[in-house]
């Protein structure tokens, strides 16, 4: 591999982690407040990201709390469907249920991250975002 190709490789990564670490931050910060009360300047602090980054990858803050939406429901509905997937045939009603809630009981236990997911599908299932705010 060339030193061209290695650099670039790296520079594709760091802004993967750069990217990555400005949905996490919007993600937590969505979930205490909720989409109208956050700013760039704080997600990009939680995130130790500039606000050109945003800019960058997203677009605009309100395309990264869209992204970041989207990606806590699709962690939080790829759980549930591996929970109910792993049941069978003689599966109970009850079987399905806890299937279903299990990725909800274990972030409320374990808290962080998947906490986090789980607290913003619930603000946007109770507030959703409205379209043109941003």
């Known amino acids: 591999m060339s030193m061209a190709t290695e650099r670039a490789d790296q520079r594709r990564e760091a802004g993967q982690r750069t990217r990555d670490g400005l949905l996490a931050a919007a993600v937590e910060l969505l979930a205490q407040r909720g989409q109208e009360g956050v700013t760039l300047r704080e997600i990009t602090d939680h995130a130790g990201a500039n606000v050109s980054a945003v800019s960058y990858?997203?677009?605009?803050?309100?395309?990264?709390?869209?992204?970041?939406?989207?990606?806590?429901?699709?962690?939080?509905?790829?759980?549930?469907?591996?929970?109910?997937?792993?049941?069978?045939?003689?599966?109970?009603?009850?079987?399905?249920?806890?299937?279903?809630?299990?990725?909800?009981?274990?972030?409320?236990?374990?808290?962080?991250?998947?906490?986090?997911?789980?607290?913003?599908?619930?603000?946007?299932?109770?507030?959703?975002?409205?379209?043109?705010?941003?």
């Open 57 to 134: 990858h997203f677009g605009s803050l309100k395309t990264l709390c869209d992204a970041a939406i989207e990606h806590a429901l699709e962690q939080y509905l790829d759980a549930q469907i591996n929970e109910v997937a792993s049941l069978d045939a003689t599966s109970s009603i009850e079987d399905l249920a806890a299937a279903f809630t299990r990725p909800m009981m274990r972030a409320l236990a374990a808290g962080g991250p998947d906490l986090a997911v789980i607290r913003t599908v619930a603000r946007v299932g109770i507030d959703p975002p409205r379209a043109g705010i941003g």
